[in-house]
């Protein structure tokens, strides 16, 4: 009786973790995660599966050529690329067996008035990201909108900068833009997203650039030089850039460097930076055509130089910069009391 509700219990145990822990598929699986905004959430059902999306076709295709392939929707409706940079690190963290990023956003920075400058960087920052984390980034330019002024400047400032990304860090570029724009009208019902013809369309792209990155689907671009992107290197600082006159200046190097090792690794300083880099680009236009103010900028920029060679060189700590902003503020605070102080004795003497 006993041997029996031992094995009994057993092979409840046995059944309730097979339930609670199912076995890894077998065979060769292939990961794939679909980031984006809302061109690459498409329609989900309340199940959280894909009904309208380039997903199901792309992964129709590849399991048609024998790959255990899984693309995972992690598109989110209205996202900028500031807000992708914060939430491509959890989807990372998330999805550890993951082995591809396919990435496609912009739109909404460029709807919105975001500039190109703090786009770049962030598209080019999410591809750092993917490739520190040990995955392959595929970068998508991107996909037509309704107006030809938002596609004037797809075409001559959006898509070549993402193209000098896909050059530049040498991974794969799927060129949506060029696929779905010659039938724009027929495969998109709202003129920014496409609609089921249109995401079959995409999918294409996907696979082409996935699979074989030839020239009509896709594939690595050249980097066009003209064209800055903001990630790493001098990149992005245009107000020292413009004092300097270079980005390969060795205080413009070193403001990089800070920016890299100091801000771009915390929240507020990627917020800091995107501001910077949307509201920083005109005044550096301004300083560049004037050589007094950019002799007056670049004394304003060396206490500022100073302060990030100390913290590179670690005779700062974020520590003792708190503290020294605490009693800085401590002392003027008490000097703003002793003021008021004076002041009301003053008028009580009158």
Known sequence: MQRKAVFTGACVFICFFAVLCPPRRAGAEEVFLAFGDSITWGVVNSRGETELGYEPHLQAQ?????RDAYVVNHGKYGETTSEGLSRLKRVLYGNPNANYVLLLEGANDLMSGISSETTLFNLGAMVDSTLGSGLTPIISNLTPLYNSRLNGAILDVYNPGIANIAGQ???QMATSFESLAPHWNSWSDDGIHPNDEGYRVLANVWYGAITSGGSDSGGAAPPANDVPVSSG???GCF???AAFGTPLASQVRLLSRFRDL???TNAPGRWFVACYYRYSPPIAAFIRHHEILRSLVRGGLYPLILFSQLMIGGSLSWTRVAAGLFVTMACC???MMHVLRRRKGQRAVA
Do not use: E, H, V
């Not at 590849?62 to 024998?66: I, K, T, V």
């Open 233 to 235: 290197g001098g990149g």
């Open 333 to 335: 605070l008490l000097i």
């Open 239 to 241: 107000i020292a850039t």
């Open 62 to 66: 590849l399991r048609a050529d024998g």
């Open 262 to 264: 100091f801000l771009l």
């Open 169 to 171: 860090k040498n991974i």
